[in-house]
């Protein structure tokens, strides 16, 4: 039902009715019989029509003053029945008590209860005082001017006093509408209109007959016609068809003009009451009475408004004051808030540029640096030399003794050459076990050895850790600026090489590089030959390394690591193949094969009924900025099937970071086709907290050098739990790498860390292992 056409058809019903019964009258005021067969029509028509549309919309609305329609709705139809029963029907004269009279007291009782039901549901939304004493103001000079004008009249002439009070009610009820609502909807102004045409008609009528001034009752017809179909047309606006429909400007002109003619309709009634009383000086001792009670009424109106007035200015400074209070905590809160975010912002600016395990400068700051000290080197003529350090025998003491061991010996080490170094040189971590330290201002070559004889002597004897003798070496490899290479790349190059020299030479000395060190460039080329034919040889594959739920300790992933068994020399260090793959760019080709096999795989598991099962694959920083990156991963996903939303990339920050417009715009392509992206090693890289909110990623991975000594080191517990934290802020996942221990697990499961991986659950494992856990489907045990 359309009652957007329903209101426009019942407002032209309304004007072609109210206008067809004035032609009516017009045209057949000489034929009596076909006159009032015609006003007998319409008498009907207008209360039956309107009662019907009230019952519809009480039928039609859900809220809580639908009961006021259905009232308004049985006062139409008691109208209805007055007609019926009146004497233009049954021939009953208006002035005797017959069921005309009886339906018409019905209507307005029915009219008066949905007055008295508004009241009761909109009370709290009235302003009450000012309220109650307009409407008192008003009915006084409406009873007064009744009173004077009709009721005093009547009772001289025994007619019956239904009509007259009941048009007080009427007026009343209008007075209701009118004032007491803050805003004068269309459906308001229906209403108040039907009330006042009722009173309007019954009050000229009862004037006309006690002034004994000949009429023709049939002019009254039209407007007691007109009165309910008004009342017909406020239940089509109250229901509301588009908030954009007309209904609603009109609401708001309607109060803009109603507020001043409120305001002063009580005022305009005193005055008018004095006027009358002005002309009616001979009789006007009700006028004077209803003018005092009036002006009484204005004066305590005045006095309680003050009242009120001063009961909302005190509630509204305490309202104030309160929300002061609010403001002051919001905005400690707040600070404290911007406080923290500072606080991990210097955090992660400092794991930006420095490693964690060491406090030493990282690769980052490093090269930085490097290329300060060369421009000035080559403005001042100066040399500098950058010496590259590996310590001897460090991955055995791993092995044997484990990474606590391994880290107390770096910081170690790490202590003692801080200390062997000037202040105008810098000492980095390069990962691992490798050092490197630029050396500023080196006026000779020769001037370099006496520190490199302080740095030996650091191991040259045994070191004891936790009670137990470690013994390494170090080899050393030196490159000069500008002699050994011209830019930061080369010269680190030419280091490491001389390095390498260094270990092939025995370990535990140094080198200087000189051109004819072209071994291990010879290794690297044999490497990367061995590289172009692996994939036609079939000689790479995969293994997975678990990674589990700390929620409910399941397995709900796995990382697919790429392993490489050679025909000649047999298995090969991902750490070694890996930066040459990179190098040459066979990283590409490479790359596209780990993705398709790792789907293909996932795929399998997923129709084995481990739909749930999620395969991580590590994309090289030359893949991601590879052009055709989306393609291969469409392609993988295409060719093997494999569920898009269970595929996570993951990429290194550094690489996110180095063109970030860019890199979010690859990223979001990849995520738009459901495949998630974690960020790999967060925080040992280029974190910016400017852009890593803007990222779309899904998951943060806490790198194992992170987690290494949270146990015993506050300031990698400090770091691990503000990953944690920011990671959660953010909406994201985090995964721990590197898990070795329970207590690690403890520690970040009290930090709610989502996911784990590393040696205590799982080393790296072939597909048949990884297989045979998942179909195991026991928890693992995490408390």
């Known amino acids: ?207 006309l007959n006690v002034m004994n001034i000949s009429f023709s009752e049939s002019i009254f017809h039209p407007l007691w016609s007109l009165a309910p179909l008004l009342m017909g047309i406020a239940g089509t ?39 009358v009383m002005i002309f009616q000086h001979n009789e006007s001792k009700s006028l004077i009475i209803g003018s005092a009670a009036a002006i009484l009424l204005l004066i305590l109106r005045h006095i309680f408004t003050s009242l009120e007035n001063q009961t909302l200015l005190s509630k509204y400074h305490e309202l104030t004051e309160e929300l002061e209070l609010k403001i002051g905590k919001r905005t400690e809160e707040l600070i404290s808030k911007n406080k923290q975010l500072l606080s991990a912002a210097r955090k992660m600016k400092h794991m930006a540029y420095h490693d964690v395990l060491s406090g030493l400068p990282n690769r980052r700051m490093f090269l930085e640096r490097l290329k300060t000290a060369m421009d000035e080197a080559k403005r001042n003529h100066f040399k500098l030399a950058v010496l590259f350090i590996d310590l001897d025998r460090f991955k055995n003491i791993n092995d044997t003794l484990g990474h606590e061991f391994g880290d107390l010996l770096l910081k170690h080490v790490t202590q003692q050459m801080s200390k062997s170094v000037r202040k105008i040189d810098t000492i980095s971590r390069q990962g691992g076990d490798e050092f490197t330290i630029l050396l500023n201002r080196i006026r000779a070559e020769e001037d370099v050895i006496p520190l490199v004889e302080r740095l030996r002597s650091i191991v040259a004897k045994p070191i004891t850790i936790s009670g137990q003798e470690l013994h390494v070496s170090m080899s050393i490899g030196i490159a000069f600026y500008p002699n050994d290479g011209e830019n930061t790349e080369e010269l680190m190059k030419n280091a490491d090489m001389a390095m390498y020299r260094a270990k092939e030479d025995g370990r535990d000395n140094y080198k200087f590089f000189t051109m004819d060190m072209n071994k291990a460039i010879s290794r690297k080329m044999a490497l990367e030959s061995g590289l172009r034919k692996a994939l036609k040889n079939d000689e790479f594959f995969l293994n997975y390394q678990p990674q589990v739920s700390l929620h409910t300790g399941e397995i709900v992933g796995v990382e697919a690591l790429l392993r490489w068994n050679t025909t000649e020399a047999g298995m090969v260090s991902p750490n070694q193949f890996i930066p040459i793959a990179e190098e040459s760019g066979l990283i590409i080709p490479i790359g596209e094969w780990v993705l398709y096999n790792a789907c293909m795989q996932g795929k399998a598991w997923h129709d084995n009924g481990h739909s749930h099962l999620k395969i991580a694959v590590n994309l090289s920083p030359i893949q991601f900025l590879h052009e055709d990156l989306v393609g291969m991963v469409i392609k993988a996903l295409k060719t093997t099937g494999f569920n898009s939303n269970y595929l996570e990339l993951e990429i290194t920050e550094g690489v996110a970071f180095t063109d970030a417009e860019a890199a979010i715009k690859k990223m979001q392509t990849i995520r738009d086709l459901g495949v998630r992206i974690s960020i790999d090693d967060f925080g040992t890289g280029y974190s910016s907290l400017m852009y890593l909110k803007r990222f779309p990623i899904n998951t943060l991975k806490i790198p194992k050098p992170f987690n290494q000594d949270i146990i015993n080191s506050q300031k990698d517990k400090a770091l691990v739990e503000t990953i944690i934290y920011l990671g959660h802020s953010l909406g994201l996942s985090v995964i721990a790498e590197g898990i070795e221990n329970r207590e690690q697990l403890l520690f970040l499961k009290e930090r709610y860390c989502d996911v784990v991986q590393g040696d205590l659950y799982s080393k790296p494992l072939t597909v048949m292992q990884v297989s045979a856990l998942i179909e195991n489907k026991k928890p693992v045990k995490i408390s």
Not at 13 to 36: E, P, R, S, V
Not at 55 to 80: E, H, Q
Not at 101 to 128: D, P, V
Not at 241 to 255: A, F, Q
């Open 1 to 207: 039902m359309d009652w957007l056409v329903i209101k426009k058809l019942y407002i032209y019903y309304t004007l072609f009715h109210t206008l067809g019964y004035y032609m009516w009258l017009y045209f057949w005021q000489n034929d009596d019989a076909i006159k009032t067969t015609g006003v007998n029509i319409l008498l009907i028509a207008a209360p039956l029509t309107s009662s019907i549309i009230l019952f519809l919309v009480y039928r039609k609305l859900k809220t809580n003053d639908n009961y006021v329609w259905l009232f308004l709705s049985l006062g139409c139809f008691f109208n209805l029945m007055a007609v019926l029963a009146s004497s233009y029907f049954l021939h009953k004269e208006i002035w005797s008590l017959g069921w005309n009279n009886f339906f018409y007291m019905l209507q307005i009782a029915c009219y008066l209860l949905a007055i008295i039901y508004k009241i009761r549901i909109k009370g709290e939304n009235l302003h009450l005082i000012k309220f109650t004493f307009d409407t008192c103001i008003i009915m006084t000079v409406a009873i007064t001017f009744s009173w004077h004008f009709i009721l005093r009249e009547i009772l001289t002439q025994n007619i019956f006093l239904g009509y007259p009070i009941g048009d007080l009610i009427l007026f009343f009820g209008a007075m209701i509408f009118y004032l007491g609502s803050e805003n004068l909807f269309p459906y308001r102004v229906m209403i108040v209109l039907s009330l006042l045409t009722q009173v309007i008609a019954d009050t000229s009528y009862f004037l």
């Open 237 to 275: 606006y109250a229901i509301k068809n588009d908030d954009k429909s007309p209904e609603k400007k009109i609401k708001i002109h309607s109060l803009k003009d109603s507020i001043t003619l409120r305001l002063l309709l009580p005022y305009i009634g005193v005055i008018l009451l004095f006027m």
